[in-house]
């Protein structure tokens, strides 16, 4: 099947400090790429998205970017707290027989130390 | 707001048997999913439900059944429970596949097999 391959599997920062994640994929088909936030207990929630008319999205300490050409986009957080500690999974959309599946990458477990 | 809920939150089953898990969503939601996570494999899809009575295999549907018995309800069968197998298994849901993409997930079935 499809993959989306997410890097680092583990990612340990200093408060204050920023955090990256970046994925690749593989179909150029694929128009849109949401980011989950998994914190210890609880269930994944999509906490910043973009799409493929994109390359640049921010919001609230989140930035992402998305390269189309070479198939890869990242999630950045700047200034990181304690409750940014989570798992954290990239995804993209591809198409699937006249419909639509989101595939997951492999998760980065960010910890961010005080 | 609505709410996803699964059913059990915790399953230990035996070798060879057959399980089953349940979800339910109250957002009247058209797609609904199901998901395994592993530890260091992320969120995979096993089979997903456009709409009511519809089902469509994801990329490890081998070894489950599915069945989405009315729009707020999709259940998942494990044909045969693999001996020390663990993982959790998320329902999710979405308002439709052609536009919304947001996934809303469900807290998770955790299953053990003895």
């Known amino acids: 099947g499809e993959q989306v391959e997410q890097l680092p599997s583990i990612l340990r920062v200093q408060e204050g400090s920023s955090a990256s994640i970046n994925c690749t994929y593989e179909?150029?088909?694929?128009?849109?790429f949401p980011w989950y936030k998994q914190e210890p207990g609880e269930n994944p929630k999509l906490i910043i998205d973009?799409?493929?008319?994109?390359e640049r999205k921010q919001t609230q300490g989140l930035i992402v970017l998305l390269d189309k050409k070479a198939k890869r986009f990242s999630l950045h957080i700047t200034d990181t707290q304690p409750g940014d500690s989570a798992m954290y999974f990239c995804?993209?959309?591809?198409?699937?027989?006249?419909?639509?599946?989101?595939?997951f990458g492999s998760g980065t477990q960010l910890t961010v130390m005080p | 707001g609505g709410i996803i809920t699964q059913t059990p939150k915790f399953l230990i089953g035996q070798e060879g048997q057959k399980l089953t898990l349940k979800c339910q969503q109250n957002?009247?939601?058209?797609?609904m999913y199901w998901y395994r996570q592993d530890s260091g494999k992320g969120l995979r899809l096993i089979y997903y439900?456009?709409?009511?009575?519809?089902?469509q295999k994801g990329d490890l549907s081998e070894g489950y059944d599915a069945s989405r018995e009315k729009k707020s309800s999709f259940s998942l069968t494990v044909t045969s429970a693999q001996k020390n197998e663990m993982a959790v298994f998320l329902c999710?849901?979405?308002?439709?596949?052609?536009?919304?993409?947001?996934?809303?997930f469900g807290s998770g079935t955790r299953l053990t097999v003895l």
């Open positions: 179909n150029s088909a694929s128009n849109y």
């Open positions: 439900s456009i709409t009511e009575n519809d089902l």
């Open positions: 973009i799409r493929s008319n994109m």
């Open positions: 999710a849901s979405s308002i439709q596949q052609a536009s919304a993409e947001t996934l809303y």
């Open positions: 957002f009247n939601h058209d797609t």
């Open positions: 995804a993209a959309r591809k198409a699937s027989s006249g419909s639509w599946q989101l595939i």
